[in-house]
């Protein structure tokens, strides 16, 4: 059970243009997802949260109009990279929550590597 | 503001051998605190977590993680590895009953056979 997936694994775009990364929780109603964001050897960065039906909240110097985050289902999350530049290359990693008690653990997915060129 | 460390970016064992992982946080209360494997190009798979209660926490794979409040410490152990434990390990603390994780920079197993 908990299990998270994410579409696409790996995406290639050129400078200019956007991609949409989704996220899955499969087996189980997510409340609330998050998306980081993971460099190379280095650890993973909180970009933002979203909860069902209602608008992101995102972490200081992460550029909302920019990381656009839809959380339109309890099983389905959207991050849209607008615009995407070579800086914005990275493996992006959603997690999400079950269930709304005061303690819970995040389920993560597999990650997408995207590359601009 | 919360933070995680963990001193060893590297570490190599030959198989058979323990393991500790060192993990250091600072939080002003009462930690929730994880350990968390990552394997090549996958997502983060959680070990085991500490919550409160018995400070020396059982987890998946054989792994076990000892909280020492005074050290401010979350070391994972393993007494025998396993070629197939190289990964990545990530220590996190959960703030806000576990919602917002902060993740140490990671230590990176390698195993030798």
């Known amino acids: 059970g908990a299990v998270v997936s994410q579409h696409p694994s790996r995406v290639i775009c050129k400078s200019g243009t956007s991609v949409k990364i989704e996220c899955r929780s499969l087996?189980?109603?997510?409340?609330?997802m998050f998306w980081y964001r993971q460099f190379p050897k280095q650890s993973l960065m909180l970009m933002a949260t979203s909860n069902e039906g209602s608008k992101a909240t995102y972490e200081q110097g992460v550029e909302k109009d920019k990381f656009l985050i839809n959380h339109a289902s309890l099983t389905l999350s959207t991050l849209t990279v607008t615009s995407a530049h070579p800086e914005d290359s990275s493996f992006y990693i959603c997690s999400a929550r079950a269930g709304t008690g005061l303690i819970y653990e995040q389920y993560f997915g597999p990650g997408t590597r995207l590359t601009v060129t | 503001a919360q933070s995680v460390t963990q001193p060893d970016i590297h570490i190599t064992v030959s198989e058979g051998a323990s393991l500790e992982l060192r993990c250091n946080y600072s939080?002003?209360?009462?930690?929730?605190l994880f350990w968390y494997v990552q394997s090549p190009g996958q997502g983060l798979q959680l070990l085991l977590k500490y919550f409160s209660g018995d400070t020396l926490v059982q987890g998946i794979k054989g792994f076990e993680a000892e909280f020492k409040r005074s050290q401010s410490s979350f070391n994972l152990r393993k007494p025998s590895v396993h070629w197939s434990d190289a990964a990545e390990y990530f220590c996190?603390?959960?703030?806000?009953?576990?919602?917002?994780?902060?993740f140490g920079t990671g230590t990176q197993l390698k195993v030798e056979l």
């Open positions: 087996d189980f109603q997510a409340t609330t």
């Open positions: 939080y002003g209360a009462t930690p929730y």
């Open positions: 996190a603390v959960g703030t806000g009953g576990g919602n917002k994780l902060t």
